[in-house]
């Protein structure tokens, strides 16, 4: 699995290899070679100019310098600060450069070849302001191609978040394992390319850290994926049911069904309107319309167990209705709230709380915009510090698993665990992604796949198809493009 590891998380891997033998100060000087290495990559990097800060970052640099200089670069050395104040390996590895270290303010950043960002790293603590705001902002406006250290200086590794500045780096070499603020926005975007530099922690660390964020990729629940058997029989394979508006919005339900027919689901009902009836049923010929005016008709649609897992929200309209629909289909069952499901809490975190207490698992699917609507007045889940705290709050609060959609998805568990996609192209956001997206998790769910497993995999395969389809796509291609996400990863899975 790949974890993601925050700064405190970092500094015990750290500890950890020291406590096993490795001397903190080889793991500064492989970092700084891993620096290097990258420089010296680069198309023509003859002119190299390394910005150090004042911490082990700083160190990192100059090591990388003189690794580049030993290696027949030319390398300037600035130094954000005074010399003497230097300590530790940071000190130990200025030391050992033997050439000048300069004044930030005598360097012309434009005539850099390559620009070192060795500013700031994982001990960034407040917003940068006076001369390390100035300097970074003179380094963004360099135009320079910039390779940074860790992380672009001034953004937060945590968070994803720029705290004052930070200039868009062309790669970031960090070491380890990548911080959330590799993958969250706009941190992501900042860091260019990131490379992962084996500096000699020992993977056991990870095992005494325990980290509880990761990448969303298969090998994160790929273990949970539900593999069709080979004598199974369609009742293995779940029985969903999708609610559905009325006519004038039933497009969204019906995308939410083909969703949850494509992840496999071994049956898919649409419980709609009467007069939505022919559109499902000019549909997938496989979905099966079932009229259902109200919740009470929802509720006896339901005494048949075997339509255990069920998907409220898309083309629904938000209110008491669709409120009743959702108590009517809770009890006992597996549960995805989408779109105007979660605008009918407005404010009502704890209804949905409720409806989750009642339910055999819960799955919110919000965008930013429902996710603020539905928690609006809970400052401790809006106000959390990055949006993957903001994810792991809501979910605690919930007692839910809340997938918080965009560019770089969390998908978070009451329990902490949290998982940020990096598969989305930017295309995917168009109208209707969502619904399949709430379609697929429900498909997964009716497997049998466990809530946060199931969250993840909708969407990472929500990423993988919409990537499979390519630009220019709409949201109709996303659950056909599922067949060919499906026919690799059962490849892949033995399937
Ligand atoms: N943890 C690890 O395992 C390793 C860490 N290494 C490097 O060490 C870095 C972390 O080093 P540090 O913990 O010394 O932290 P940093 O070097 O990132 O920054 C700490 C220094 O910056 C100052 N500072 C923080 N925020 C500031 C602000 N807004 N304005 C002005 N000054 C500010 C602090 O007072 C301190 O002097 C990593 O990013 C990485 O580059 C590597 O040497 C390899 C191993
Ligand atoms: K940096």
Redesign the pocket.
């Known amino acids: 699995m790949h974890a993601l590891l925050d700064p405190q998380e970092?500094?015990r891997?750290?500890r950890y290899a020291v406590e096993t033998g490795v001397a903190s100060f080889t793991?500064?000087e492989r970092?700084g070679t891993a620096v290097a290495d990258a420089v010296a990559r680069f198309p023509l990097p003859t002119r190299v100019v390394v910005l150090c800060?004042?911490?082990?970052?700083?160190?990192?640099g100059f090591v990388a310098a003189r690794v580049l200089a030993q290696r027949g670069f030319r390398v300037r050395v600035a130094l954000l600060g005074e010399a003497a104040r230097l300590t530790g390996?940071?000190a130990k590895a200025a030391a050992k450069w033997r050439g000048p270290v300069e004044e930030p303010a005598v360097l012309d950043l434009t005539e850099a070849g390559v620009i070192v960002d060795a500013l700031?790293?994982?001990?960034?603590?407040?917003?940068?302001d006076g001369a390390?705001k100035a300097l970074v902002q003179r380094m963004a406006a360099s135009g320079r191609p910039i390779i940074a250290?860790?992380?672009p200086s001034g953004l937060d590794g945590a968070t994803g978040k720029v705290?004052?500045a930070a200039a868009q780096a062309k790669e970031t070499v960090t070491?380890?394992r990548r911080k959330p603020g590799h993958l969250l926005e706009p941190g992501r975007r900042l860091c260019g390319r990131v490379r992962v530099a084996d500096?000699g922690?020992p993977e056991a660390a990870l095992a005494v850290i325990r980290p509880q964020a990761f990448v969303n990729m298969p090998d994160l629940w790929q273990d949970a994926f539900p593999l069709p058997a080979a004598m199974g029989h369609k009742y293995d394979r779940g029985h969903a049911v999708v609610v559905s508006g009325g006519p004038w919005t039933s497009g969204a339900a019906h995308l939410a069904a083909k969703g949850a027919l494509r992840a496999g689901a071994g049956l898919v009902t649409v419980a709609c309107p009467p007069a939505a009836l022919p559109l499902h049923a000019a549909s997938y010929a496989a979905l099966m319309p079932r009229p259902v005016a109200d919740a009470a008709d929802l509720a006896l649609l339901l005494a048949d167990r075997r339509l255990g897992t069920v998907v409220l929200g898309p083309g629904l309209g938000a209110g008491a209705a669709t409120r009743a629909l959702i108590d009517a289909a809770a009890p006992g069952r597996r549960l995805v709230l989408d779109a105007d499901a979660l605008t009918s809490y407005e404010g009502a975190p704890w209804a949905v709380a409720a409806v989750a207490g009642r339910s055999a698992g819960l799955i919110v699917t919000p965008h930013e915009g429902e996710f603020a609507r539905l928690f609006r007045g809970d400052r401790e889940v809006l106000e959390a510090p990055s949006k993957l705290a903001r994810t792991r709050a809501a979910a605690r609060r919930l007692g839910a698993v809340v997938v918080l959609k965009g560019p770089d998805t969390v998908v978070a568990a009451p329990d902490g665990r949290a998982a940020i996609a990096e598969n989305a192209p930017a295309f995917l956001a168009t109208a209707g992604a969502g619904d399949v997206l709430a379609g697929i998790a429900t498909g997964l769910l009716a497997q049998g796949m466990p809530v946060f497993e199931a969250a993840c995999a909708a969407v990472w395969l929500h990423g993988a198809a919409a990537c499979s389809a390519g630009p220019g796509l709409v949201a109709d291609d996303l659950p056909e493009a599922l067949r060919a996400v499906y026919a690799e990863l059962y490849e892949k899975l033995g399937g």
């Open positions: 970092m500094a891997a750290d793991l500064m970092a800060g004042p911490g082990n970052n700083g160190g990192d390996d940071a700031f790293g994982a001990g960034l603590a407040r917003d940068l390390a250290v860790d992380l705290r004052g070491f380890f500096i922690i």
